[in-house]
């Protein structure tokens, strides 16, 4: 008879929310007897954090502002070639 095995830990949030957490299989003992996986966040520090990913606010106005940018400038542009003449 095959048994199963539970590959995620379930993490309160919230009042009445629950996440579940997918840990590895490997479980070690600690030194009161409980239960501790310790390949949860294994790989948690080898991953490079992108600058969008860390700064999602400054990306977004970034874009705005290159957005509002390129704007300006082609409708400058556009008056500029229709004889449009600064005073």
């Given at each position: 008879?095959a048994t199963t095995q539970q590959y995620f830990n379930l993490v309160q949030?919230?009042?009445?929310?629950?996440?579940?957490?997918?840990?590895?299989?490997?479980?070690?003992?600690?030194?009161?007897?409980?239960?501790?996986?310790?390949?949860?966040?294994?790989?948690?520090?080898?991953?490079?954090?992108?600058?969008?990913?860390?700064?999602?606010?400054?990306?977004?106005?970034?874009?705005?502002?290159?957005?509002?940018?390129?704007?300006?400038?082609?409708?400058v542009e556009l008056l500029r070639g229709a004889g449009f003449r600064w005073?």
């Amino acid at each position: 008879m095959a048994t199963t095995q539970q590959y995620f830990n379930l993490v309160q949030t919230g009042k009445s929310s629950w996440v579940a957490v997918h840990v590895t299989p490997s479980v070690d003992t600690t030194t009161d007897g409980s239960s501790a996986h310790t390949g949860l966040f294994e790989r948690a520090a080898e991953v490079r954090i992108t600058l969008a990913e860390r700064f999602p606010r400054l990306t977004i106005a970034m874009i705005a502002f290159v957005l509002l940018a390129a704007t300006l400038t082609t409708e400058v542009e556009l008056l500029r070639g229709a004889g449009f003449r600064w005073q």
